[in-house]
């Protein structure tokens, strides 16, 4: 028989004189996987930072476990029977064995007394072989990658009997490709009783098959899905409420030149790729294991020794440091380190100005003020960054924020290509169809645009032509026209 695991009645929250939730409400009953999906700013962090101990409500009750709170307690966070996080900040203890970090704390809380290395060895292989996870017990888990790390959160908090996972925004390239995996060990933990809330900010495989969605925007509840009545268009709507454009046919037109180009490009991994991106096209690169955009990245940055050549305008590309890469014409962003193109110590404006303070000086030494105005008016709106001031630094900018920022930025340097690596990972569909925005604009000015992404339908909408990976080397080329053939989105 179903019992409720965790109710949040009304719950109503305030910060600086902004509403953050109101009245939001939620229901998780046991053995249950619910979503909960809002885009950035939608109250869906303040539920989890409230869950989590970090913030308190104004009004409103927490249930847990028949239990009534006002505020949540330590008590019931990362301990036996109670609520575990697992995001994107890894609280594994990098120098201690898979089998360590597996049992530790609860050797400390439950048994007081030391328990043998080999024991917990033993007792960490027959989870494993339960999951079929192939992960050495005994090996240091900061010789584990990221996703194995987070498969072993997911075990860790399975082995102290949690009443309930929450799981937030963790979709990253590495984990389209095993989502299948994920989705096996959930339904399994959730088979066993455990409940499992897993937020993010956009559509994915674990929306499909949740037993509940709830819609998150501005605070409040917007509607709840049950299972059975997954449609991704009618849940992008209610996230944004209005109608999804981002599948709206987006023309633009082709040039004969070629902006970027490969020619016998190989390398330890990458073997014998020919393949170009004319100007004015948007490319998409379908890599769902992620290996060959990696190392095409890593190959374009010069950190990867190639045979081959790569042309950039027609001209041949020495693959050096990034500033060569500007110097040549060549953009290159990642997704996945967005961290790393935002300048912190400058203020938006600032790092929206950099690509332009030698154009817009005058004599080589004085900003031109009146084209500094023209941007703070124009452009800032045109990013459309609502919760900032122009002249804040840009320290604590959301994932989708940033990205704004940084591909408006390159527009102002106007490369010949631009090659982005991953950029969708954990936007919500506003800052996509931005992104979608950006790319027709780049492809408008006759840039090249190469995307890759490890989920195709990050490429179907924005794309002329798609080229799919196999492994090392490229399986086919598909024009628009036969992309509903191709690609089951």
């Known amino acids: 028989m179903k019992k409720n695991i965790l109710i949040l009645k009304q719950i109503c929250k305030c910060t600086q004189k902004k509403t953050v939730l109101n009245q939001f409400y939620m229901n998780i009953q046991n053995g249950e996987i619910v979503n909960l999906i809002g885009m950035e700013d939608s109250g869906k962090e303040d539920v989890f930072s409230i869950l989590f101990g970090q913030e308190k409500i104004d009004s409103g009750e927490i249930v847990f476990n028949r239990r009534s709170y006002t505020q949540m307690s ?196 990458i073997s014998s790729t020919t ?20 190392e095409l990245r890593r190959t374009l940055l010069g950190r990867r020794f190639y045979n081959g050549s790569i042309r950039i305008g027609g001209k041949e590309y020495q693959a050096e440091q990034e500033y060569g890469a500007v110097r040549s014409g060549l953009g290159i962003i990642d997704g996945s380190k967005y961290q790393d193109h935002i300048f912190e110590e400058l203020t938006i404006l600032e790092n929206i100005e950099l690509p332009i303070y030698k154009k817009n000086a005058r004599k080589r030494m004085f900003v031109n003020s009146r084209v500094t105005e023209y941007i703070r008016q124009k452009e800032y709106e045109f990013l459309d960054l609502k919760k900032r001031n122009i002249q804040d630094k840009a320290i604590g900018l959301t994932k989708g924020e940033a990205m704004r920022l940084i591909f408006h930025r390159w527009l102002w340097v106007n490369p010949k290509a631009i090659c982005c690596f991953q950029p969708f990972l954990r936007l919500d569909v506003e800052s996509r169809e931005f992104l979608y925005r950006i790319f027709l604009e780049f492809a408008h000015k006759g840039t090249g645009v190469i995307i890759s992404s490890a989920n195709v339908a990050d490429l179907t909408p924005i794309c002329d032509r798609i080229i799919e990976i196999d492994g090392n080397k490229i399986k086919e080329s598909v024009e628009k026209s036969y992309f509903p053939d191709m690609f089951q989105n």
């Open 275 to 294: 393949f170009g991106c004319r100007s004015g096209e948007i490319l998409g690169i379908y890599d769902v294991q992620n290996k060959f955009s990696r």
């Open 74 to 269: 330590q008590r019931i966070v990362e301990h036996a029977g109670g609520i575990f996080f697992i995001n994107n900040d890894e609280p594994m203890v990098a120098e201690l064995s898979v089998a360590e970090n597996l049992y530790i704390v609860e050797k400390m809380n439950y048994f007081k007394r030391s328990v043998s290395r080999k024991k917990m060895e033993t007792q960490a292989q027959f989870v494993f072989a339960k999951f079929g996870i192939d992960i050495a017990p005994g090996k240091k888990v900061g010789e584990l990658n990221a996703f194995e790390q987070r498969i072993l959160r997911v075990l860790r908090a399975y082995v102290k009997r949690a009443k309930l996972i929450v799981i937030n925004d963790l979709m990253d390239d590495y984990l389209w490709q095993r989502m299948d995996k994920i989705i096996r060990i959930l339904n399994q933990i959730k088979e066993e009783g455990t409940s499992i809330l897993w937020i993010n900010s956009y559509p994915d495989k674990i929306t499909e098959i949740a037993d509940k969605t709830y819609v998150i925007r501005q605070g409040k509840n917007v509607t709840t899905f049950y299972k059975g009545e997954y449609e991704k268009e009618k849940i992008l709507n209610c996230m944004t409420g209005s109608a999804n454009t981002a599948e709206k046919d987006l023309k633009h037109s082709l040039k004969n030149t070629y902006a970027f180009e490969v020619r016998d490009l190989s390398n330890f991994y």
